[in-house]
């Protein structure tokens, strides 16, 4: 199918890495493609470089704006893209040449996001192995949004998915929010038709200690805390035939929100932040819990240090 892909890169400081980042999008072997590179008011060489890579190949359209940070700029590319689907992709990372020829090829009536997997890496030489049999998988129907609330197979992440343009009418990332994905992605899910996942490696994510997601910060958990409230709602009020899944991914990540606070951050249980997430565990309700979540609950409750180690062990969502 001869769909047109919009590809939207915001770039930030990344001089270092963002020719790696073009260059593997320039060498797609789909060519039905356009390329938004979004200058977020870089200090450094990327805004030169960006104009270079114009002049080069007339499928990239620059973007300079002031600076806004992540959601600013995508939202500034997606205000004018063109193509049928859009992907993102980071500055600092790159993709398979091969991932907009494997995507067009799998794109399939009433399936509107089609998700593929990532690998993290560190540097060319360390990082995680490819994976994957090839195999494409469809779901159609309400059942995609339960899948998405129990993250299986889907993720949170905007990076690793092509998602059909209209989805985004009258949506938007939120400006100055961490997690930015989080917050919106549950919106995306709940609008879509169907979805599908691709059993494939095309995006290759760079972890460098400096990133948003690499820092930790406590804004981080702050808001990462605030996109699973705001997912929770909406799952709530309008898919509540998966209440029992909504209500264990949000136990699960309100316990683990609760634990990075006072263990992590070092939070005074007494404060607004900690007791506000206590609140919300209390309200949830724990009957027919999964065996995992039901011990995590019951070591959350009578031992928080030993909780806080066993949330990776009993790897919830």
């Known amino acids: 199918m001869n769909i047109k892909i919009s590809i939207i890169v915001p770039i930030y400081n990344v001089e270092n890495f963002l020719d790696r980042c073009v260059q593997s999008l320039k060498s797609q072997t789909y060519e039905n493609i ?10 450094d060489n990327c805004p030169k470089m960006c104009d270079q890579y114009a002049k080069e190949d007339s499928r990239i359209r620059v973007i300079h704006k002031e600076n806004g940070g992540l959601s600013d700029a995508r939202n500034a590319a997606l205000d004018v893209v063109t193509g049928d689907y ?4 980071d500055s600092d990372d790159y993709v398979e040449k091969d991932l907009c020829q494997k995507l067009a090829a799998s794109v399939r009536e009433n399936c509107d996001i089609y998700n593929y997997r990532f690998r993290r890496f560190f540097n060319e030489n360390k990082g995680d192995p490819f994976l994957g049999s090839g195999e494409v998988k469809y779901y159609i129907g309400r059942d995609v949004f339960d899948l ?6 889907f993720t949170h992440m905007v990076c690793d998915k092509m998602f059909k343009r209209e989805l985004f009418e009258g949506l938007r990332f939120i400006k100055g929010r961490y997690a930015e994905d989080l917050a919106l992605c549950y919106q995306l899910f709940g609008r879509a038709k169907g979805a599908a996942f691709i059993d ?23 808001d990462t805390y605030q996109g699973e409230c705001e997912a929770y709602k909406y799952g709530n009020k309008f898919f509540s035939e998966y209440k029992l899944s909504n209500d264990v991914r949000f136990l699960n990540q309100s316990m683990k929100t609760y634990l990075k606070l006072i263990k992590r951050y070092k939070v005074d249980p007494k404060e607004d932040k900690a007791k506000m997430v206590l609140k919300k565990i209390e309200r949830i309700k724990k009957d027919n819990l999964p065996k ?18 066993a949330f990776g062990i009993l790897k919830l969502s």
């Open 148 to 153: 998405y609330i129990k993250r299986t197979p």
């Open 86 to 89: 859009v992907i993102f992709v």
């Open 200 to 222: 494939e490696t095309f995006y290759n994510y760079y972890t460098r200690e400096n990133s948003i997601m690499g820092s930790g910060t406590l804004k981080l958990c702050l």
């Open 34 to 43: 356009e390329i938004y590179l979004v200058d977020d008011g870089s200090p």
């Open 292 to 309: 995992s979540t039901a011990l995590f609950y019951s070591l959350f409750k009578c031992n928080k240090s030993l909780a806080w180690l």
